[in-house]
Each structure stands twice: as C-alpha cells, then as structure tokens.
C-alpha cells in the first residue's frame, strides 16, 4: 500500500523558512518523478517543485530561487526547502508521486499525501 505522509508544516513571519517533509512508503522515491503542490481553500491545485528520476529539478517560477527539493533516497524522504516565504506561499501543501514529469512542474499525479497546512503572516 502507497502512502506519503507529510509533516513540517506550521505559522511562520514573512521571510521566515520552514522545511517540509514527505515519508514515502509502498514506493521509492527514486522511482517516480516526485514533487510538492500546494492549494487555497477554493482554488485550484498547483504545482510547486518537481524531482525527476535522475534528480533533475523543476521549480514554478513563483518560488524559484527561494524553495529548494531534495529527497533521501536511503530513508525515502522527500523534502522542501521553503525560504523567504511570503503571505502568498501560504497554502496547504501536498506530497504527490508521478510517473513522469518532463519538462513539467505541475504534473499528473498518481499518488497523494493528505497535506501540510503552511501559513505565513505578514
């Protein structure tokens, strides 16, 4: 059975940072393209970062230069770096495994975490 469970979340300041943590079970997290998504109560899901299997990155723009992912592939953990977190970084944020990425950062999910909420005040 597949799981990723994510832990790390919490209230931060603007310009604060916090790391968040993704176990994955029933998976490696070598083998799948992994990545972070986030979402507002009433919005649409988005991609955030994305690790692909050789451990190419891709970042969303909005957080490039700030958010870093990186995993454990001894321990099959994955994480995400988040500095100078700003109000609009503030989101639940959730643990996702593709089969494939590409060239993208939002891409089709075939497992879900239940979420982290992070929320940052100005």
């Known amino acids: 059975q597949v799981q990723l469970v994510e832990s790390g979340g919490g209230s931060v300041q603007s310009g604060g940072s916090l790391r968040l943590s993704c176990a994955a079970s029933g998976l490696s997290v070598t083998s799948y393209c992994m990545g972070w998504f986030r979402q507002v109560s009433g919005k649409e899901r988005e991609g955030v970062a994305v690790?692909?299997?050789?451990?190419?990155?891709i970042y969303a723009d909005s957080v490039k230069g700030r958010f870093t992912i990186s995993r454990d592939n001894y321990k099959n953990f994955l994480y995400l770096g988040m500095n100078s977190l700003k109000p609009e970084d503030t989101a639940m944020y959730f643990c996702a495994a593709a089969y494939y990425c590409g060239s993208s950062y939002n891409p089709q999910v075939r497992y879900w975490g239940q979420g982290t909420q992070v929320t940052v005040s100005s």
């Open positions: 690790i692909e299997r050789d451990g190419s990155r």
